[in-house]
C-alpha cells in the first residue's frame, strides 16, 4: 500500500517522507536551542503556523512570536495556536529592511507570496504559484517591534519569506547582540528576483560569526533532478553556554 500511495504522490510531483524522519528534523532543531540556551522563537513569514507548530511537536516548550503579512492567515493561523499561552501572534505585517509599507506579490500557493517578482525559472516551473494578486501590507524592521519581549535576551529567528531575506537581515541591526541561531530558507537557483545566492548568505552570516550546523532539504524540482531550495540552520559559536562566553559581542 504505501509503494501506491509514493507511486500515486510522484505523479502528482511530491515525495512522501515518513514521518519519523520529519520528527527528527524538529528534533535536531529543539536540540540545537536547548543547546544555545534560546529563550524565544521569532517565527517569520509563519503562514498558518506550520513551523512553530512543528516545533512544539520537536519538543520547543518556550516563547513564540509569529509574524505574517497576509490578513488572510491569521484566522488560521491563531486557530492553529489556539490554547498555547507561550505563543504570540503580531498583527499582519511583512518584516524588511525599513518601516512603511511593502506591495506583496499573493501566489496561489499562500506559502508562496513574496515582496519579490517571481523569476523566469518560477514562472515555468511552478505554473499552479502564480500570482492572484499585488497589495500593500505594512512593512517593519525587526530591531522595531515592540511584540519583542525585552526579557528575551536569546533569541532564535526563522527567516522564511521567499527571496527577500537579505532586506530581513538588514532590519536585525540592533537585535545582532540577542541573536544566537537563525534559520532561512536559501536559494540555489534564484527563484524570486533580485534573491541573495546561498553562498553569499552563509558568507555573510559567517562574518557575523554563525556557523552552519544543520541544513534540511527544501523544494526538490523532479523537472530539473535537482535541489532548488534548502533550510539553513546557524549558531553563534561564541554564543555556546559551553564555552563560557555572554555571546554578546559580534565580529
Known sequence: MSALFSTL?????YDLVPRRKQRDRWRQLEAGLERF?????IDIGAN???FAHALRQGGWEGPILSIEPLAELHPILRRTMRGDKAWQVAPPMA???KDGSAVIEVSAESDMS???ARSPLLERLSPSSAVKERRDVPL??????DEIDPRWQRLFVKIDVQG???AVLEGLEALWPRIVGLELEMALLPLYEGETDWRVMTDRLAALGFELYLLVPGYFEKKLARQVQVDGIFFRQAADPSTGSTGRSLP
Request: aromatic letters at 0%; glycine letters at 10%.
Open 9 to 13: 504522490a510522484a505523479a502528482m510531483g
Open 164 to 166: 527577500a531575506e537579505a
Open 140 to 145: 517593519r524592521r525587526l530591531d522595531h517591534l
Open 37 to 41: 540556551a534560546v529563550d524565544a522563537v
Open 95 to 97: 518584516i524588511g529592511d
Open 114 to 116: 513574496s515582496l519579490r
Open 48 to 50: 498558518q503556523g506550520q
